[in-house]
């Protein structure tokens, strides 16, 4: 059960900006979990693992779709009061599970996040398809907090695949829209929305809205963060040819929903 209610206003200000803030969102209890959970992952790193940062600047570890091997993510995504967030936030009546993404920048990681839309990098098309992102840690502008461009889900625009903490094209993703505009050479430009957070608060954003994140400048303080991704009713498969398709896909049609082991269906009305 959720702890906190979710309000209509926090629901609008999803639709318009395309993020919402969501305050004491999760127990201690879960947050305690997830913290053992990271240390078991950064322990034994799974075979999607990445660090962005330069040898003895900090690390920016990355790390995705940890629950097959690990009981504590699966733990969090079925039983956290994610799911009914996510349905509610949706206004779903059928919500998918689609991937967890680990992101953690430990004290003098210089790589910002750079900006991004998270939907080019994943196998769906459609409106429904939303992220959860769940600090760990205490987080200001200087430890690594994200930063939104407000409404730019609503642009109608899909931007090339960069690597998120190295701000280089990915040479084999489709082109799609072009690069995504340079929002830091015209921040007056557009309405940028920076949010500093407490373990137990969570943002809640669209796979199409433009976002980043700060370094971590800060010389003791981690910032750890779960994002996981949901998707509902009218987000359908959508395969991408540089993201390689696994088995666990076999059964879905392009342009048909989501589901099986690769997608499973968490919950419905
Ligand atoms: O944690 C970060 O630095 C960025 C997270 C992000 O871009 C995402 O979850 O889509």
Same mark, same amino acid.
């Given at each position: 059960?959720?702890?906190?209610?979710?309000?209509?206003?926090?629901? +609008?200000?999803?639709?318009?900006?395309?993020?919402?803030?969501?305050? $004491?969102?999760?127990?201690?209890?879960?947050?305690?979990?997830?913290?053992? +959970?990271?240390?078991?992952?950064?322990?034994?790193?799974?075979?999607?693992?990445?660090? /962005? +940062?330069?040898?003895?600047?900090?690390?920016?570890?990355?790390?995705?779709?940890?629950?097959?091997?690990?009981?504590?993510?699966?733990?969090?995504?079925?039983?956290?009061?994610?799911?009914?967030?996510?349905?509610?936030?949706?206004?779903?009546?059928?919500?998918?599970?689609?991937?967890?993404?680990?992101?953690?920048?430990?004290?003098?990681?210089?790589?910002?996040? /750079?900006?991004?839309?998270?939907?080019?990098?994943?196998?769906?098309?459609?409106?429904?398809?939303?992220?959860?992102?769940?600090?760990?840690?205490?987080?200001?502008?200087?430890? !690594?907090?994200?930063?939104?461009?407000?409404?730019?889900?609503?642009?109608?625009?899909?931007?090339?695949?960069?690597?998120?903490?190295?701000?280089?094209?990915?040479?084999?993703?489709?082109?799609?829209? $072009?690069?995504?505009?340079?929002?830091? +050479?015209?921040?007056?430009?557009?309405?940028?929305?920076?949010?500093?957070?407490?373990?137990?608060?969570?943002? &809640? &954003?669209?796979?199409?809205?433009?976002?980043?994140?700060?370094?971590?400048?800060?010389?003791?303080?981690?910032?750890?963060?779960?994002?996981?991704?949901?998707?509902?009713?009218?987000?359908?498969?959508?395969?991408?040819?540089?993201?390689?398709?696994?088995?666990?896909?076999?059964?879905?049609?392009? $342009?048909?929903?989501?589901? !099986?082991?690769?997608?499973?269906?968490?919950?419905?009305?």
């Amino acid at each position: 059960m959720a702890v906190i209610p979710i309000c209509d206003e926090t629901i +609008a200000a999803y639709d318009a900006d395309g993020v919402a803030l969501l305050r $004491g969102a999760f127990l201690e209890s879960w947050i305690s979990l997830l913290r053992e +959970a990271v240390e078991q992952v950064m322990f034994e790193p799974g075979p999607l693992s990445k660090n /962005y +940062a330069e040898p003895g600047r900090g690390k920016f570890f990355t790390d995705h779709h940890m629950h097959h091997g690990n009981p504590l993510f699966a733990r969090f995504i079925k039983e956290s009061p994610a799911v009914e967030i996510a349905a509610r936030m949706l206004k779903a009546r059928r919500l998918n599970y689609v991937d967890e993404h680990l992101l953690v920048k430990e004290p003098g990681t210089a790589n910002p996040t /750079y900006w991004h839309q998270d939907q080019p990098y994943y196998e769906v098309a459609g409106t429904q398809f939303a992220s959860f992102w769940i600090p760990l840690d205490p987080v200001t502008a200087e430890t !690594g907090a994200m930063k939104f461009v407000k409404g730019s889900h609503l642009w109608g625009k899909l931007y090339r695949p960069i690597r998120i903490g190295l701000g280089e094209v990915v040479e084999q993703a489709d082109v799609l829209d $072009g690069l995504a505009p340079d929002i830091d +050479a015209e921040p007056g430009k557009y309405d940028i929305a920076m949010f500093e957070m407490d373990p137990g608060d969570c943002l &809640f &954003f669209n796979g199409a809205v433009l976002h980043g994140a700060q370094p971590n400048l800060s010389t003791h303080t981690r910032r750890r963060a779960l994002s996981l991704r949901f998707a509902a009713d009218d987000v359908t498969w959508q395969p991408r040819s540089y993201i390689p398709s696994r088995p666990e896909t076999a059964d879905l049609v392009a $342009g048909g929903p989501l589901g !099986g082991d690769e997608y499973p269906e968490l919950w419905t009305a």
